[in-house]
T-cell receptor, first 114, second 112 residues
Framework: NAGVTQTPKFQVLKTGQSMTLQCAQD?????MSWYRQDPGMGLRLIHY???????DQGEVPNGYNVSRSTTEDFPLRLLSAAPSQTSVYFC?????????????FGPGTRLTVL | GESVGLHLPTLSVQEGDNSIINCAYS??????FIWYKQESGKGPQFIID?????DKRQGQRVTVLLNKTVKHLSLQIAATQPGDSAVYFC???????????FGSGTRLLVRP
């Protein structure tokens, strides 16, 4: 299994540009989520999904959209990038929607917005 | 609001010594806690978890202690090795939901 994969690894955007961060998992996990990590801080939940067709907002959802058309994929869209969105983005998945289970994280996407 | 935080931002230990990383949480309703290890340039990696009906749980070279009275969580690493150098996060699961709340992290530096 490849686990959780994310692309791209690095990205530089100009303010106002849009882009999609890709996330895929091959473990047939129901639960997937997106976090951002700013320097010296922990991870903050952006959006999450408990299954195909179901998404919900986390702590910091503004400026981001998600969709979950398949179990495997959970893309994160920035419609109009802002410098405040400069961060490292992590996707995670787990086999159950119950909180008491391990979340597997991808390697991250480092995004810089100029 | 509810939060999970750490007492020490950086911990430096001698190789072979034991390490203790601490974490405080504020929500008494939290019932599940996880420790993650994050190496430079990588995503967080699960180390060990503990449920609120337990006080202690042991893994390979790691032990997590939970003190619900003072809302305190700690991670003990025995015989710390250079490969243990990383940032360690505690995370809190609130009320059985799938939303993890992360602390700000502690950097562990292992001196040879």
């Amino acid at each position: 299994n490849a686990g959780v994969t994310q692309t791209p690894k690095f990205q530089v955007l100009k303010t106002g540009q849009s882009m999609t961060l890709q996330c895929a998992q091959d473990m047939n996990h129901e639960y997937m989520s997106w976090y951002r990590q700013d320097p010296g801080m922990g991870l903050r939940l952006i959006h999450y999904s408990v299954g195909a067709g179901i998404t919900d907002q986390g702590e910091v959802p503004n400026g981001y959209n998600v969709s979950r058309s398949t179990t495997e994929d959970f893309p994160l869209r920035l419609l109009s990038a802002a410098p405040s969105q400069t961060s490292v983005y992590f996707c995670a998945s787990s086999y159950s929607t119950s909180g008491e289970n391990e979340q597997f994280f991808g390697p991250g996407t480092r995004l810089t917005v100029l | 609001g509810e939060s999970v935080g750490l007492h020490l931002p950086t911990l430096s230990v001698q190789e072979g010594d034991n390490s203790i990383i601490n974490c405080a949480y504020s929500n008494s309703a939290s019932d599940y806690f996880i420790w993650y290890k994050q190496e430079s340039g990588k995503g967080p990696q699960f180390i060990i978890d503990i449920r609120s009906n337990m006080d202690k749980r042991q893994g390979q070279r790691v032990t997590v202690l939970l003190n619900k009275t003072v809302k305190h969580l700690s991670l003990q690493i025995a015989a710390t090795q250079p490969g243990d150098s990383a940032v360690y996060f505690c995370a809190e699961n609130m009320d059985g939901s799938y939303k993890l709340i992360f602390g700000s992290g502690t950097r562990l530096l292992v001196r040879p």
